[in-house]
């Protein structure tokens, strides 16, 4: 008889281990053996049990292994998590079958061996079944759904509860999320603010709310909100550093004349515009919106130009803003040299304004909603042994449920967005529409988005320089992989799996919109690549660039309303701070805001960062090795971007790796 060495590694989390009876079935190229039952399965949870299966004969090279679960009558029937199984031939082989999954019914489940094989490199009839039966399965459990029109497709699910177990949060992660929305909530109950219709009579005020829960920033922010240089840093390193760019020539809807406008040193703005000086946020994404009801009361959306000049010692400064899309009497363009409040109502407006753009297309389309389609499409589209699969799998962890949750406590029929937000309710689905019709794959793509805004050479630009050195090492990563496993454009286009996943994500993520640019499918090695890049970078580091700031610029509610009670002014002259502070939003609406994006900002204790991989999906050492130079390189820039924060006023840390996520899990 020969013996095969079988090592089971159940995972290190809870009730991840099982009373129940397991069996196994080791599968080869030449034979396969009988079912075993492992007796004596070690039930505590990230155990390393070691058992022998005997053969007659030799199996030959190991394919799969085949597990089930059965309960005896003794105990209940529970769920199982193994990481992996090790076997270890009699001719001294070592075979990994990376799982990573839950184990919870009497199904048999088979399990590829660890080395990546794309479909045709299958020559082995039970793993081409396999290969298929895997996806049959996972179309099943993986639908696609249409939470609106014109926005991209999302999971199929009766909420989070019903996803399945192994894309759901973890016990601690669930226990950690719900516990600090329970404290905030009540925190907010206790204070008598949550109920409280009123509005702010005194700014300070403001600060009193979650009062032990400030950041550095947070309070930098209240200092120095009314600044106009803080103003413009935010358009650069806050958390909506993407709609910014140079502007050569105004729009035609936005007539600032040179006489308007204060340039310093003798210049003017059309010379400045010239010399590449001017910078434009244009709002027109949200024109035309009507704003939402809250608390019975109308609210208001403005679609604002902002015009920025860089001055000699190369900050940042606004210039002009007009609060509406189309120049009119009624609309006014207000200038620094106007009254406090005039140019204060002003800038607050586009801070509210900013608000509903960041946080629908910068952040909830363009890092959510795309990890969600690529996270659908890689577990409906790609087994378990295929080399794409092993490279995204871990930029997915989450993903699917957050956005659940956010579906159901955010954009709900009782959510946050839904009840508080100016953009909220029916307008909140017709932005994304609109967001999603005018988005494109280059700007998905940080490289191309930084030159086609042309901002490639504006100084104390923070989030452009950490976010291109993080493309460029993650393209030299998955360059690394993808190389390894394509050698010829040829290989590309024979991968017939590969070419279904794209256009799976064409057709459910962009809704087969070409004019977004988006590969319908793959030619060549260099397109593969960087579309891999784009999406690991989108749902890492991108993600972490628009999410991780929240609270550290909206905790100080004026800085960044999420939504307004009172029309833009009219006129100049017609602001005070009795208006200003009637045009906020009221106390209960206030402290409803905040408590979300505090929520939004926490890190769990399981948080993942970019450089690590817990679960082991490649096997091969070349991808392995790989995986540590992609970590060091990360290291090395950590410390660069930690000794360059440390000259800064405002330290720029959303892009240090150390405080990426390794996916959309938040």
């Known amino acids: 008889m020969l013996v095969y060495q079988v090592t089971v590694y159940t995972g290190d989390r809870v009730g991840a281990a099982t009373l129940n009876n397991v069996h196994i079935k080791l599968v080869g190229t030449d034979d396969e053996s009988e079912r075993k039952w492992l007796k004596s399965l070690v039930i505590f949870r990230g155990s390393i049990s070691t058992y022998t299966v005997s053969c007659p004969n030799s199996l030959g090279k190991l394919v799969l292994i085949e597990l089930d679960k059965r309960h005896n009558h003794l105990t209940p029937d529970d769920a199982w998590f193994p990481e992996k199984v090790e076997i270890k031939s009699p001719e001294g082989n070592i075979y990994t079958f990376p799982i990573h999954c839950w184990i919870s019914d009497r199904e048999t489940h088979r399990f590829r061996e660890g080395k990546a094989l794309r479909i045709f490199d299958e020559s082995h009839s039970l793993g081409q079944y396999a290969r298929k039966q895997e996806l049959s399965h996972r179309k099943v459990c993986y639908g696609w759904d249409c939470f609106d029109a014109g926005m991209p497709n999302s999971i199929e699910a009766d909420g989070p509860c019903s996803l399945p177990s192994e894309i759901q949060f973890s016990f601690t992660k669930t226990a950690e999320f719900g516990y600090t929305a329970l404290t ?21 005020h403001i600060k009193e709310v979650f009062c032990n829960k400030h950041t550095p920033i947070s309070d930098y922010v209240h200092e120095h909100w009314m600044a106009d240089w803080l103003f413009a840093y935010q358009f650069l390193n806050g958390v909506h550093p993407t709609l910014i760019r140079r502007c050569k020539t105004l729009p035609e809807n936005f007539p600032v004349t040179d006489d308007m406008v204060f340039i310093p040193n ?29 608390e019975g009361i109308q609210q208001y959306l403005t679609a604002p130009l902002v015009l920025f000049h860089k001055r000699d010692n190369d900050k940042l400064m606004p210039i002009a803003i007009q609060l509406k899309q189309t120049p009119a009497e009624d609309n006014p363009i207000f ?77 709900g029929p009782t959510g946050v967005f839904t009840k508080y937000a100016a953009s909220g309710g029916e307008v909140l689905n017709r932005i994304v529409a609109r967001s999603l019709s005018s988005m494109t794959y280059r700007s998905l793509c940080i490289p191309d988005d930084i030159a086609d805004r042309d901002m490639q050479d504006l100084p104390n630009f923070y ?43 064409f057709q459910h993520g962009f809704l087969s919109q070409q004019q977004t640019g988006i590969p319908q499918r793959f030619n060549t090695v260099p397109e593969l690549i960087k579309f891999a890049t784009m999406v690991i970078f989108t749902c890492s580091c991108q993600h972490a660039a628009v999410n991780n700031g ?68 490649f096997t091969e050492e070349t991808p392995r090795q790989l995986q540590k130079d992609f970590k060091a390189e990360l290291d ?31």
């Open 636 to 666: 090395t820039l950590s410390i660069a971007i930690s000794n360059r924060n440390k000259g800064l006023d405002i330290p720029y840390t959303y892009l240090d790796p150390k405080n990426i996520e390794n996916s959309v899990a938040i």
């Open 550 to 617: 929240q609270y550290d610029y909206s905790f100080w509610m004026p800085n960044t309303p999420i939504t307004l009670q009172r029309p833009p002014p009219t006129k100049k002259g017609t602001t005070s701070e009795a208006t200003m502070l009637q045009t906020l939003p009221p106390i209960s609406v206030t402290v409803h805001g905040i408590a979300v994006v505090w929520l939004l900002s926490r890190q769990s204790s399981d948080f993942v960062p970019l450089e690590h991989y817990p679960e082991d999906h």
């Open 266 to 294: 003798g210049s003017n703005l059309s010379k400045e515009l010239t010399l590449g000086n001017i910078y434009l946020c244009d709002y027109k994404n949200l024109d035309g919106f009507p704003a939402n009801t809250v």
């Open 463 to 505: 989030y452009r320089d950490d976010g291109l050195q993080l493309w460029d090492i993650v393209y030299k990563f998955v360059q690394g992989v993808i190389q390894y496993y394509y050698k010829s454009d040829d290989e590309v286009q024979r991968d017939s799996e590969l070419q279904t996943w794209i256009g799976n994500i």
């Open 335 to 411: 200038l620094p040299t106007d009254s406090t409040y005039d140019w204060l109502i002003a800038k607050i407006f586009v801070r509210s304004a900013d608000f509903t753009e960041h946080q629908l297309n910068a952040h909830f389309l363009r890092t959510h909603l795309m990890a969600e389609v690529f996270a659908v499409s890689l577990l409906r589209k790609l087994p378990m042994v295929h080399p794409l699969y092993k490279l995204l799998i871990p930029h997915t962890r989450y993903t699917l449920h957050i956005n659940e949750l956010a579906r159901s406590q955010l954009i």
């Open 184 to 204: 905030a909530l009540t925190e907010l109950h206790l204070k008598g603010l949550d109920d409280n219709h009123r509005n702010w009579e005194n700014l300070d």
